[in-house]
C-alpha cells in the first residue's frame, strides 16, 4: 500500500487530481530550511524573528524552544505558511513557499501534518472521526478504507479501543494522542508540535514523549517539537534550537547545548531566576517609587 505523503493509494479517489505536482528535491535537501528570515506582526513593529537561519535534517528531530514570545510558534505558523516572511526564505523541501501556487501550497501541507497545543480536537466528532477528518477531507477513499486506516492510526497510539468515545470522555493525555494519530493519519513527511508535552501529568507526558520517538523512527519523519519541558524534549530530540531576542541562540546536540557557556542558555537550561533575563520589568528603583506620595501610578 503506497503512503499517502506522496501520491494516493488509488488514484482515481484522490481529490484535485488537476492540481500542479509539488516538485521533490533530491534527498540530501534539507526538508526545511529557513534562511535569513524576519518577521513582525505588523509594519514598523519590533522583529519577532530577525535573520533566523534554521536547517531541519530529514529523519531527524529537532526541538525550538526559548522564552515565551521568543517567535517558536511563529516559526511553525511560517513552516507551515499560515504567515508569510517579511525578509528571507522559507524552504521546504528545497522550495520556496513565498513562491508557491495556491494549489502548489496545499499540495505542500498535506505533507505536513499539525499537533496542536491541547490537541484541539471537534469536541463533536468522536475520536474516530477526529482522525478520519483529514482523511475524508483530502482524499476520496471508500469509508472502508478510510475505517482500517483510522484503526492503524488509533492502534498506534494506543487508543483504538477508545474509537467511539468523544473528546469530552477522554483524558486530556489521551486527547493529546487522538490529535497525534489525526496529525499523521495521511503519513506526512513533516510533523509539527506545538507543546505537547504541555499540561500532562509525568505519565501521559513519558507516554507520548516515548511515542514521538517512536513514530518519527517508525516512519522516517521528519519532526519539530516547541517544547518548554526540558527534560523531556531533550531526551528524544536530536537537534536543539534556542531562540532568543528574535535570534538562534544556541544550536547543537542536547548535550551540546546542555553544557553551553553562554549565559543566557545556561539561565535558560538551568530555570535560573536571575541572569540576562531579569525578574522585573525595568522601573526606576524602589525608594524613588514609595518617596514619590501623592504621585499617580
Known amino acids: 500500500m503506497q503512503s499517502m505523503s506522496g501520491s494516493c493509494y488509488n488514484s482515481r479517489f484522490c481529490k484535485k487530481t488537476t492540481a500542479m505536482p509539488f516538485t521533490t528535491s533530491p534527498s540530501a535537501t534539507p526538508l526545511v530550511e529557513l534562511r535569513q528570515v524576519q518577521f513582525s506582526y505588523s509594519a514598523g513593529a519590533r522583529n519577532i524573528l530577525e535573520g533566523v537561519t534554521l536547517t531541519v535534517p530529514r529523519g531527524k528531530i529537532t526541538a525550538i524552544m526559548g522564552a515565551s514570545g521568543g517567535g517558536k510558534t511563529t516559526t511553525l505558523r511560517l513552516i507551515s505558511r499560515q504567515e508569510r516572511a517579511t525578509g528571507g526564505q522559507v524552504l521546504f523541501d528545497g522550495q520556496d513557499l513565498a513562491t508557491l501556487t495556491t494549489e502548489q501550497l496545499y499540495a505542500a501541507r498535506r505533507r505536513m501534518g499539525m499537533l496542536f497545543q491541547f490537541g484541539a480536537l471537534f469536541t463533536d466528532m468522536s475520536v474516530f472521526d477526529n482522525v478520519a477528518f483529514p482523511l475524508r477531507e483530502h482524499t476520496q477513499l471508500p469509508e472502508a478504507m478510510i475505517r482500517d486506516i483510522v484503526l492503524m492510526k488509533l492502534n498506534a497510539v494506543g487508543l483504538r479501543g477508545a474509537r467511539a468515545l468523544m473528546p469530552s470522555e477522554i483524558s486530556g493525555?489521551?486527547?493529546?494522542?487522538?490529535?497525534?494519530?489525526?496529525?499523521?493519519?495521511?503519513d506526512p513527511e513533516l510533523v509539527?508540535?506545538?507543546?505537547?508535552?504541555?499540561?500532562?501529568?509525568?505519565?501521559s507526558l513519558g507516554t507520548i514523549a516515548r511515542l514521538l520517538r517512536q513514530l518519527n523512527d517508525a516512519?522516517?519523519?521528519?519532526?519539530?517539537?516547541?517544547?518548554?519541558?526540558?527534560?523531556?524534549?531533550?531526551?528524544?530530540a536530536d537537534q536543539v534550537v534556542i531562540l532568543a531576542n528574535g535570534r538562534i541562540a544556541a544550536q547543537g546536540t542536547p548535550d551540546e547545548v546542555r553544557h553551553s557557556s553562554d549565559p543566557l542558555i545556561a539561565q535558560f537550561v538551568n530555570a535560573q531566576p536571575e541572569g540576562p533575563v531579569h525578574f522585573h520589568y525595568p522601573a526606576c528603583s524602589v525608594a524613588e517609587d514609595f518617596a514619590a506620595s501623592g504621585a499617580r501610578p
Do not use: N
Not at 519539530?224 to 523531556?232: A, F, G, M, R, T
Open 219 to 236: 516512519m522516517g519523519l521528519t519532526s519539530i517539537i516547541v517544547s518548554h519541558d526540558l527534560d523531556e524534549t531533550f531526551r528524544i
Open 173 to 186: 493525555g489521551m486527547a493529546r494522542r487522538v490529535a497525534l494519530a489525526r496529525a499523521i493519519a495521511l
Open 192 to 203: 509539527m508540535y506545538d507543546e505537547p508535552f504541555a499540561g500532562l501529568d509525568p505519565i
